[in-house]
T-cell receptor, first 113, second 113 residues
Framework: AQSVAQPEDQVNVAEGNPLTVKCTYS??????LFWYVQYPNRGLQFLLK??????LVKGSYGFEAEFNKSQTSFHLKKPSALVSDSALYFC???????????FGKGTRLHILP | NAGVTQTPKFQVLKTGQSMTLQCAQD?????MYWYRQDPGMGLRLIYY???????DKGEVPNGYNVSRLNKREFSLRLESAAPSQTSVYFC????????????FGPGTRLTVT
C-alpha cells in the first residue's frame, strides 16, 4: 500500500529566502507524485506533478519539485518565497496502474514579511 | 466548464440522521474520489471509483457508502451520522496516463451534533 510522509507540520521562511517543503513516499511500484496547495476555506489546487522523465519538475507560481528515487523523496522548492505563498501544502502519491491517491498530512508554510 | 461541483456547502445533522453528499464533474474524467479533511490528519481517502460502475474502499470507509451514478456523478452517503463524522468533505476527479492529477470541488462542511 502506498503512503506519504510530510515530516514538518509547519515551515517558517523569511520573504525572499528559498523554501523547501519535504515529502517522502512509499509505493510498491513506480509512483506518480503530486503537490497541492490549499488556501483558507478553499479546496485544493494542483501545483505540479512527476510522472516520468526529468527529475526536476516545474509547476505553478514558480514552484518546482525534485524527484529522488533512491531517497523516495519529492521535496517542493521555490527560489524566493512570497508572503502570498503562505498556505497549507499537501504531497500525494499514486502507484502507476492504481487509481488510489493518498495524501500526506500537510505542511503549513508561513512566509514572514 | 464548472470543473467539480459539490452540494451542499454546509450541513448540520443530528446524531443518527442520514444524508447524501453530491458530487459532479464535467471534465469527462474516469476516476472520482471522496476525502475527508480533519485538523492535523490531512486528507484521508474514504472511497474512490476508477470508472462508472466500480467503487473501492479507501483508508477510512467505515460509516459511509458511495454510488457512482454515471460517469459524471459520485455520491457519498452517511446512513447514521456520528459526531466523529464532523469534517470537511472533498470530492475530486482525475484523468489517467499523462494527466493523472486530481481536480477538487469546493468542499462540504459537515457538523454532526
Amino acid at each position: 500500500a502506498q503512503s506519504v510522509a510530510q515530516p514538518e507540520d509547519q515551515v517558517n521562511v523569511a520573504e525572499g529566502n528559498p523554501l523547501t517543503v519535504k515529502c517522502t513516499y512509499s509505493v510498491s511500484g513506480n509512483p506518480y507524485l503530486f503537490w497541492y496547495v490549499q488556501y483558507p476555506n478553499r479546496g485544493l489546487q494542483f501545483l505540479l506533478k512527476y510522472i516520468t522523465g526529468d527529475n526536476l519538475v516545474k509547476g505553478s507560481y514558480g514552484f518546482e519539485a525534485e524527484f529522488n528515487k533512491s531517497q523516495t523523496s519529492f521535496h517542493l522548492k521555490k527560489p524566493s518565497a512570497l508572503v502570498s505563498d503562505s498556505a497549507l501544502y499537501f504531497c500525494a502519491v499514486r502507484d502507476i496502474g492504481d487509481d488510489k491517491i493518498i495524501f500526506g498530512k500537510g505542511t503549513r508554510l508561513h512566509i514572514l514579511p | 466548464n464548472a470543473g467539480v461541483t459539490q452540494t451542499p456547502k454546509f450541513q448540520v445533522l443530528k446524531t443518527g440522521q442520514s444524508m447524501t453528499l453530491q458530487c459532479a464533474q464535467d471534465m469527462n474524467h474516469n476516476s472520482m474520489y471522496w476525502y475527508r479533511q480533519d485538523p492535523g490528519m490531512g486528507l484521508r481517502l474514504i472511497y474512490y471509483s476508477a470508472s462508472e460502475g466500480t467503487t473501492d474502499k479507501g483508508e477510512v470507509p467505515n460509516g459511509y457508502n458511495v454510488s457512482r451514478l454515471n460517469k459524471r456523478e459520485f455520491s457519498l452517503r452517511l446512513e447514521s451520522a456520528a459526531p466523529s463524522q464532523t469534517s470537511v468533505y472533498f470530492c475530486a476527479s482525475s484523468g489517467r496516463q499523462l494527466a493523472p492529477e486530481q481536480y477538487f470541488g469546493p468542499g462540504t462542511r459537515l457538523t454532526v451534533t
